[in-house]
C-alpha cells in the first residue's frame, strides 16, 4: 500500500534541507529565518501558486519548533473542529509546556464565523495560525485574521529548483525511485521542469506517470525520452523549446507595441498552434493595452480584458474570435506610454518620501484655519471640481502624468492645472 502513495506525498520534504525554492522567504537572514531560529515565530499566512511548498513548509516550521501541529483543511472542516484543537492546544501548553500549530490548508475558504472562533485564541498564543492558500488573503480572508498574521508570498518554483527535486526523488530508494532502474534523459527533466509552470507536485506527478508507464527496455532500464516526457504531461506539448518559446512571446508582445496587426496575428497564432494555453497571450494583451496603448485610446483595456474574460470562459476556438479582435484593436490604436510613466515616478517618490504627512485638510478628521492649511472643499459645492493642495508641502508641485499628443490623450485638458 506504500507504494501507491503518489510520488509528490512521499517526496515530500520533511526539513529545511530538502526544501527547495523561496531563497527570499527563508534563505539566511530572512524575516522568517531569524523567527525560526530564535522562536519568535506568530502566526502567519503563506500564499501562492499551486505545488510552490506552502503546506509543506508549514509542517517543517511545526517540527523544527518541536510544536504539537494539527492539520485541517478549510473546505472540511468548522467551528467544532477548530474549537477541539483550541482546547488541545490549552490542555497541552498548560500540562506540556508544548506549543500548538494549526496548519490550516485553503484558508481563504473559512467563512467570518469559522475565522472568528480562532481569534482569541491566536491573539493569547493559544493556538499559532500558519494558513496556507492560492488566494491574495488581503481580498480572500476576514481583516481581523489578516491583522493577526505575517503575510508571506510564494513564488513558482524556478526550474533549476525543480530539477533538482526530480533529481533527488530518482536517486532516493526509500521515498523515491531509487530502486528502480530509471535513466532520464536530460532534455526530459528540462521538459517537465518547464511544463509544470513552477509546480513542483505537478512535476514529480509527471515524472512518476512517466516512469511506471514506460516498460524496461532489453538492457533492463526504464529510458525516459523527450516524447515520453511530454505525453505525461497534463498540458499540450509545446512545439517550441523553450527559448524559442519565449523569443515567440517577446516578438508577439513587440509587435503589439509596433503597431503590425500582421505579425502579432501571427505570433499570437503561432504560440497557440505550439500548445501554448491562450490565457497568457490573454494576459499579456491586458497588459499591452495599458502599457502601450494607455490613455490614448482607453478602450484598449477595456477589449483586451473582454477578450481576457471571452477565453477563459469560451475557450478554444470560440474565444479566440474576441481575442484576435482585441489584438487588431490594440495594434491599431494610437500609442502612448504615458500611463507607465506616471506609475514609475509616483513609485519613486513613494519609496523616497515615505514619511511625508498628508495635509491637515485631507486627513480622516479634517483640520480647520487655525492649522494654516484652510479647510476640505468639498468638489460637489463647486461644480464638480475646485482646485485645492492634495499632495504633501513637499511634493506638491509635482508632476507624474503628462498626456501624450496621440489620439484621444491630445485632447486631454488635466483639471490640475485649470486656474
Not at 491562450?278 to 502599457?291: D, F, K, T
Not at 513609485?347 to 480647520?368: E, G, M, Q, Y
Request: charged share 25%; net charge neutral; hydrophobic share 35%.
Amino acid at each position: 500500500m506504500e507504494n501507491r502513495v503518489p510520488l509528490a506525498e512521499r517526496m515530500r520534504p520533511t526539513s529545511f534541507d530538502e526544501f527547495v525554492g523561496q531563497e527570499h522567504i527563508v534563505g539566511k537572514n530572512t524575516l522568517l529565518y531569524r523567527a525560526i531560529k530564535y522562536g519568535t515565530l506568530g502566526s502567519c499566512i503563506f500564499y501562492g501558486p499551486p505545488g510552490t511548498g506552502k503546506t509543506t513548509l508549514g509542517n517543517i516550521i511545526a517540527k523544527t519548533l518541536r510544536a504539537n501541529y494539527v492539520k485541517l483543511n478549510a473546505v472540511t472542516s468548522g467551528v467544532a473542529d477548530a474549537k477541539a484543537v483550541i482546547e488541545r492546544a490549552r490542555t497541552d501548553k498548560a500540562m506540556l509546556g508544548r506549543d500548538t500549530f494549526l496548519i490550516l490548508d485553503e484558508c481563504h475558504r473559512w467563512n467570518k464565523a469559522q475565522s472568528d472562533c480562532v481569534l482569541e485564541a491566536i491573539e493569547n498564543g493559544d493556538i499559532y495560525l500558519i494558513g496556507t492558500t492560492t488566494e491574495n488573503p488581503y481580498t480572500s480572508m476576514t481583516r481581523a485574521i489578516v491583522s493577526r498574521c505575517r503575510i508571506f508570498e510564494f513564488k513558482p518554483l524556478t526550474s533549476k529548483d525543480i530539477i533538482s527535486a526530480l533529481q533527488r526523488a530518482l536517486k532516493d530508494k526509500e521515498r523515491g525511485l531509487g530502486n528502480l532502474n530509471v535513466d532520464v534523459e536530460d532534455d526530459a527533466l528540462k521538459y517537465i521542469a518547464f511544463a509544470s509552470s513552477g509546480d513542483l507536485r505537478n512535476a514529480l506527478n509527471s515524472l512518476e506517470l512517466a516512469v511506471m508507464t514506460t516498460p524496461a527496455s532489453k538492457d533492463r532500464m526504464i529510458h525516459i525520452t523527450r516524447e515520453i516526457a511530454e505525453q505525461s504531461t497534463d498540458k499540450k506539448a509545446l512545439s517550441l523549446d523553450e527559448n524559442m518559446y519565449y523569443d515567440v512571446l517577446s516578438a508577439f508582445c513587440k509587435s503589439l507595441r509596433g503597431c503590425d496587426t500582421e505579425a502579432a496575428l501571427f505570433y499570437s497564432q503561432r504560440l497557440i498552434n505550439a500548445g501554448c494555453d491562450p490565457m497568457i497571450i490573454a494576459r499579456r494583451l491586458v497588459a499591452h493595452a495599458s502599457e502601450d496603448v494607455g490613455m490614448a485610446d482607453s478602450n484598449a483595456l477595456l477589449l483586451a480584458t473582454s477578450a481576457m474574460y471571452a477565453v477563459e470562459k469560451m475557450g478554444a476556438p470560440e474565444g479566440l474570435i474576441p481575442l484576435s479582435h482585441a489584438i487588431i484593436y490594440v495594434c491599431e490604436a494610437e500609442k502612448s506610454n504615458s500611463v507607465v510613466k506616471a506609475m514609475g515616478l509616483a513609485k519613486d517618490d513613494a519609496i523616497n518620501f515615505n514619511d511625508n504627512k498628508v495635509p491637515n485638510h485631507l486627513k480622516n478628521h479634517p483640520s480647520t484655519n487655525k492649522d494654516g492649511h484652510g479647510q476640505y472643499k468639498y468638489p460637489h459645492d463647486y461644480g464638480g471640481y475646485v482646485k485645492q493642495q492634495y499632495m504633501p508641502d513637499s511634493l506638491k508641485d509635482r508632476v507624474y502624468y503628462t498626456p501624450s499628443q496621440n489620439g484621444r490623450e491630445k485632447n486631454l485638458v488635466r483639471k490640475k492645472f485649470r486656474t
